[in-house]
């Protein structure tokens, strides 16, 4: 293999290199319609997905999920749509009012804007059980404002974040976060660079993204919801 292998991890990184026809590329972590060769991706779909499912099956019913300022890109949109088939898989209903979305000049940081979500959630729909953060920054932000509403996790609320970032085991209690897998994809990319023929094709490699479970939901027969049946129970196997 004659020619050189760049790793770009944003799309600048392309643009920037774009022009070096002698370089085989690998996007990494990113994604664009018109690269030509291998582009390796967290599966952000199925690491949402399998979050709410988690909380649905563990009784939660009223799931938020909180995005931060750039709802727009792929991962994101990727994420939304494992929220909404979580629920649709199991014969829930989908309520967009659910769906928190912030636009760039609304708040700052991204703890900022769970902090500011979680505070508007709270006020439109007093029956939210579970907050599905889409990054740990988020969900941090999250905490602080059910703290100031004297909300306990996971006895209230139940939150999940995206990332399984430092963040996650140093808030208390600790989050329970959908892993993005860094390593398994620079790995990933590593492997893939001695094998020309990828370059001439343009496809993805999507890489697990699972659930890292942890303290910020509630997985024991004590989390009962008033609405539940006993079907429900016998469901989560908390009844034979």
């Not at 399984?164 to 590593?190: F, G, R």
Request: glycine content about 6%; hydrophobic content about 35%; aromatic content about 8%.
């Amino acid at each position: 293999m004659n020619a050189e292998v760049a790793i770009i991890t944003s799309g600048g990184m392309l643009k920037e290199i774009a022009e070096k026809n002698n370089l085989n590329k690998i996007l990494l972590n990113c994604w664009n319609d018109n690269f030509q060769g291998i582009s390796i991706l967290p599966d952000d779909y199925n690491g949402s997905k399998n979050g709410v499912l988690h909380l649905l099956r563990n009784g939660y019913r009223n799931i938020a999920i909180i995005f931060g300022t750039d709802y727009w890109m792929k991962g994101y949109r990727d994420r939304l749509n494992g929220w909404r088939d979580a629920h649709l898989d199991l014969n829930f209903e989908v309520d967009q009012r659910l769906i928190l979305k912030t636009e760039k000049t609304e708040h700052g940081n991204e703890s900022k804007v769970g902090y500011y979500a979680t505070k508007k959630l709270l006020k439109i729909n007093k029956s939210v059980d579970a907050i599905f953060c889409t990054n740990d920054l988020i969900a941090m932000g999250t905490y602080q404002a059910l703290k100031e509403e004297k909300l306990e996790i996971p006895k209230d609320i139940a939150v999940i974040g995206y990332d399984n970032s430092n963040i996650a085991e140093n808030l208390k209690p600790e989050l329970t976060s959908v892993q993005l897998p860094h390593a398994e994809m620079t790995q990933k990319a590593i492997s893939h660079i001695l094998n020309e023929n990828i370059f001439r094709d343009n496809f993805k490699i999507y890489v697990d993204s699972p659930l890292i479970s942890r303290s910020s939901v509630s997985v024991s027969y004590t989390h009962l919801r008033a609405h539940e049946t006993r079907e429900d129970l016998v469901w989560r196997g908390l009844l034979g």
